[in-house]
T-cell receptor
Framework: AQKITQTQPGMFVQEKEAVTLDCTYD???????LFWYKQPSSGEMIFLIYQGSYDEQNATEGRYSLNFQKARKSANLVISASQLGDSAMYFCAMRGSYGNNRLAFGKGNQVVVIP | DTEVTQTPKHLVMGMTNKKSLKCEQHMGHRAMYWYKQKAKKPPELMFVYSYEKLSINESVPSRFSPECPNSSLLNLHLHALQPEDSALYLC??????????????FGNGTRLTVT
């Protein structure tokens, strides 16, 4: 089975500052993918960034980067230069071989960016 | 703009009504998904279609009936729902099911209220 853990309480972030969202995972798979999604209050689930278990470099997509520490089984999301539009729920998710490659979600982190 | 389109955006229905949710994607993806999401919770998987065939049913009550008429379309037929079925219903697609590095792309969702 797979388990994703996001334990941070709701976060307030000053505009233009960086924020790190923690994610740890547990799996017995050797090959797996890690994903971060953003869900604003409008409801859409927006794919942000992907990290493969065999990728040696941390993934980056614009202002988003993933701090992947395989030995610690952590995949933290870093958002640089926060903007008001970054206010949303952020979900860490994982796909492995379990359950026909089901996407397992963490409970999410609420982020509010303040001006 | 999302590449997965869901209609309607909002739906209010009585417990005796029959309605349908619709989802469309034109990314050539061969896997499509229905998720149910309650407020402040992660999405819960309901159904998975792979190459237009139902591959996963997560023990969903029969009052929810999925249909995949072709590789681009996914419907969810609703009948005799209960108030506790009120939620955000998200459709998603991915290149294929058995691929841990393939992200799911979600639509905007349908906010369903059962009265």
């Amino acid at each position: 089975a797979q388990k994703i853990t996001q334990t941070q309480p709701g976060m307030f972030v000053q505009e233009k500052e960086a924020v790190t969202l923690d994610c740890t995972y547990d799996t017995s798979d050797q090959s797996y993918g890690l994903f971060w999604y953003k869900q604003p209050s409008s409801g859409e689930m927006i794919f942000l960034i992907y990290q493969g278990s065999y990728d040696e470099q941390n993934a980056t997509e614009g202002r988003y980067s993933l701090n992947f520490q395989k030995a610690r089984k952590s995949a933290n999301l870093v958002i640089s230069a926060s903007q008001l539009g970054d206010s949303a729920m952020y979900f860490c998710a994982m796909r492995g071989s379990y359950g026909n490659n089901r996407l397992a979600f963490g409970k999410g982190n609420q982020v509010v960016v303040i001006p | 703009d999302t590449e997965v389109t869901q209609t309607p955006k909002h739906l209010v229905m009585g417990m005796t009504n029959k309605k349908s949710l619709k989802c469309e994607q034109h990314m050539g993806h061969r896997a499509m998904y229905w998720y149910k999401q309650k407020a402040k919770k992660p999405p819960e998987l309901m159904f998975v279609y792979s190459y237009e065939k139902l591959s996963i049913n997560e023990s969903v009550p029969s009052r929810f009936s999925p249909e995949c008429p072709n590789s681009s379309l996914l419907n969810l037929h609703l009948h005799a729902l209960q108030p506790e079925d009120s939620a955000l219903y998200l459709c998603a697609s991915s290149r294929q099911v058995g691929n841990s590095n393939s992200p799911l792309h979600f639509g905007n969702g349908t906010r369903l209220t059962v009265t």
